[in-house]
């Protein structure tokens, strides 16, 4: 951050690092960023490329609406119970701007998404740090904490760890603020907490269409709520944030349940052999309820993830205790994973 130019509140601040994300084309086997191995629906490309016309000198509807009521009418729910953002980065963003400024607190689980942290520096917000004992249990003390808003990320990143429903209920319910339980990796676990939106009118459920729809590259997520929670954040977003052609692609997404079942089948197959494949070579493996694998190597990560580049495989890399010596492998195809193996037979 250049001195003297950024207001107090930023001095020293340190932005969110996302993954890398080297050029199309050059061979790289990406396991850093958790995108889908598999392509998005051939139904959302077609409607894509059909969107692409002169009406895009347009401006896109303020409220998405194509996609809300497409992501509604999936749900069951009315559309007055659903937002559209760029990406479930924008629709965090948007809960801070909405629900905990300067002064207040944010509460949640520690480790978890990295990008809580330079939010609460943005908004001059205090981050409450629960940590977590075991990889899989929230922290009994979330619950009782009185910030105004909270995240549970489930399953949580970067461990893939799923915590318990009635855990996650149990800390809803104790919570006079606004809890938003990140579910960008459900698709791939066994439960969501979809059913305290029916009990719980404080409950935000964030989602993406980044990960199991294969649509990263759209930036395009959702957040179901009361329509008390959704009118905020519809209230603080910006006026057009989501592009004409995201919308058409979360409307035809969203419709594909066949593409996405199996994209999802495929990703939870592949990832159970990608986590008995790294178990053999002597890595530690944290059961795993989203599309990556959280692993500790025998040997060095830094030197593991270094030597991993090296032969042009990313995998993403943590240096900041308790989870210093991890790696996060996103699940590939069966083509990738057979290069990461590969490699690591080189390395290890
Ligand atoms: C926990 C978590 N939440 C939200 C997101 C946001 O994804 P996107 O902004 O691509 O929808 C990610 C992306 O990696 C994530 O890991």
């Known amino acids: 951050m250049p001195k003297g130019v950024v207001r107090k509140a930023l001095e020293g601040f340190q932005p969110y690092v996302p993954g890398e994300q080297p050029p199309d084309g050059e061979g790289w086997i990406k396991l850093n ?20 016309t002169d009406a895009l000198r347009l401006y896109p509807s303020p409220t998405a609406a194509p996609a809300r009521e497409a992501i509604a009418r999936k749900f069951q729910l009315d559309p007055t119970r659903v937002t559209v953002g760029n990406g479930g980065d924008e629709l965090i963003e948007l809960c801070f701007r909405a629900f905990a400024g300067a002064g207040d607190t944010v509460a949640f689980p520690t480790p978890t998404y990295p990008l809580f942290e330079p939010l609460c520096r943005l908004h001059e917000a205090a981050p409450s740090r629960h940590p977590t004992e ?7 003390s979330l619950g009782p904490d ?10 949580n990143s970067p461990t893939g760890a799923l915590f318990e429903a009635r855990d996650v209920e149990a800390a ?21 907490a979809v059913d305290l939106l029916n009990t ?7 989602r993406t269409f ?26 603080v977003k910006d006026s057009y944030n989501v592009d004409r052609l995201a919308i058409v692609a979360a409307a035809v997404a969203i419709g594909d349940d066949q593409h996405h079942r199996k994209v999802v089948d495929e990703v939870v197959k592949n990832r159970t052999e990608l986590a008995d494949a790294l178990e053999r070579r002597g890595f530690e493996v944290v059961p795993s309820a989203a599309n990556f694998v ?22 993403r890399h943590y240096d900041r205790e ?9 699940v590939g195809t069966r083509e990738q994973h057979e290069k990461l193996l590969g490699a690591l037979k080189e390395i290890l």
């Open 33 to 52: 960023t958790n995108e889908s191995p598999l392509p998005p629906s051939p139904k959302v490309i077609a409607a894509i490329k059909e969107a692409a």
């Open 134 to 140: 075991a990889f899989a249990e929230l922290p009994p």
């Open 146 to 155: 009185p910030s105004p808003l909270k995240f549970i990320v489930n399953p």
């Open 172 to 192: 809803v319910a104790a919570s006079s603020g606004v809890v938003a339980i990140d579910e960008a990796y459900v698709d791939f676990a066994p439960r969501s």
């Open 200 to 206: 719980h009118d404080n409950v935000l459920l964030l």
């Open 210 to 235: 980044s990960k199991s729809y294969g649509l990263a590259g759209m930036r395009i997520g959702f957040a179901l709520g009361s329509p008390d929670l959704i009118e905020a954040l519809d209230a």
């Open 294 to 315: 959280f692993v500790r190597p025998p040997k060095p990560a830094a030197e593991v993830v270094a030597a991993l580049r090296e032969r042009k495989v990313l995998v």
């Open 322 to 330: 308790p989870i210093a010596g991890w790696i996060r492998v996103t």
